[in-house]
C-alpha cells in the first residue's frame, strides 16, 4: 500500500480564500484523523471519522472549519475563509479498528495564509 | 481533559550514548501509550506501543518503560547514533482504548553529536 496519500504538500493563499486539504487513507483503515500540528501547541487533533461517520470535532476550532468523508478512501478539511492563524501543518492520519491503535501519518499540508 | 507534558527543551548527547526522554500525563492512566519518530518535513511515524499492564516494552535499540503510579513513561534509545536526531512524540489514547483516538505531546528534539 502507498500510505497515507495527503494533498497538496504545500499551500499559500491569501486571507479569506477558501482552502481545501484532501486525503486518501490506508485501504481497509476504519479510523481517519485530522490533525493540526503547530510549534506553540504541537499536534492537535480536529476530528476524526470512524467508518465515514464523524465521531467528534470538538477541536474543530470555529465553523470556519468543516471535514467530510464521503467513502472510506477520501476525506477533505475546508478552511472558509481562511485567516492568517490557521497556517500550519495538517496531517491525516489512518488506523485500524480492533488494533491498537497505532496510526499511520500521511507527509502533510503545510497552508500558510497570508 | 488529559494532558501530556514531554521536555520542551532539546536533548544534545553525544554518539554511543543513551538517550532518555520523557513523557508524563496528568489524569487517568491510559490503556496505551505509544512513542512517534517525527523527522523534519515528514509525518510522525510509530515506533512503539506499551500497555498499562506492562512494565517495559523493548525492540532493537529502544525501550520503553511505563509507571501508572508515577503517571511516566521513558523511552530509552541505547547507543544512540546522529541518524536517530528527530524529535520524538509520546502519545496515549484519550478513552481507555474504546476507540483509537490519540492526544500527543508537544514532542522532545533529540540531537545526537557525532
Known amino acids: 500500500d502507498a500510505g497515507v496519500i495527503q494533498s497538496p504538500r504545500h499551500e499559500v493563499t491569501e486571507m479569506g480564500q477558501e482552502v481545501t486539504l484532501r486525503c486518501k487513507p490506508i485501504s481497509g483503515h476504519d479510523y481517519l484523523f485530522w490533525y493540526r500540528q503547530t510549534m506553540m501547541r504541537g499536534l492537535e487533533l480536529l476530528i476524526y471519522?470512524?467508518?465515514?461517520?464523524?465521531?467528534?470535532d470538538s477541536g474543530m476550532p470555529e465553523d470556519r472549519f468543516s471535514a467530510k468523508m464521503p467513502n472510506a478512501s477520501f476525506s477533505t478539511l475546508k478552511i472558509q475563509p481562511s485567516e492568517p492563524r490557521d497556517s500550519a501543518v495538517y496531517f491525516c492520519a489512518s488506523s485500524r479498528q480492533g488494533d491498537t491503535g497505532e496510526l499511520f501519518f500521511g507527509e502533510g499540508s503545510r497552508l500558510t495564509v497570508l | 481533559s488529559q494532558k501530556i507534558e514531554q521536555n520542551s527543551e532539546a536533548l544534545n548527547i553525544q554518539e554511543g550514548k543513551t538517550a532518555t526522554l520523557t513523557c508524563n500525563y496528568t489524569?487517568?492512566?491510559?490503556?496505551?501509550l505509544q512513542w512517534y519518530r517525527q523527522d523534519p518535513g515528514r509525518g510522525p511515524v510509530f515506533l512503539l506501543l506499551?500497555?498499562?499492564?506492562?512494565k517495559e516494552k523493548r525492540k532493537e535499540r529502544l525501550k520503553v518503560t511505563f509507571d501508572t503510579t508515577l503517571k511516566q513513561s521513558l523511552f530509552h534509545i541505547t547507543a544512540s547514533q546522529p541518524a536517530d536526531s528527530a524529535t520524538y512524540l509520546c502519545a496515549l489514547d484519550d478513552n481507555r482504548g474504546a476507540t483509537n483516538k490519540l492526544i500527543f505531546g508537544t514532542g522532545t528534539l533529540l540531537a545526537v553529536q557525532p
Open positions: 471519522f470512524n467508518n465515514n461517520v464523524p465521531i467528534d
Open positions: 506499551i500497555r498499562e499492564n506492562e
Open positions: 489524569n487517568y492512566s491510559p490503556a496505551y
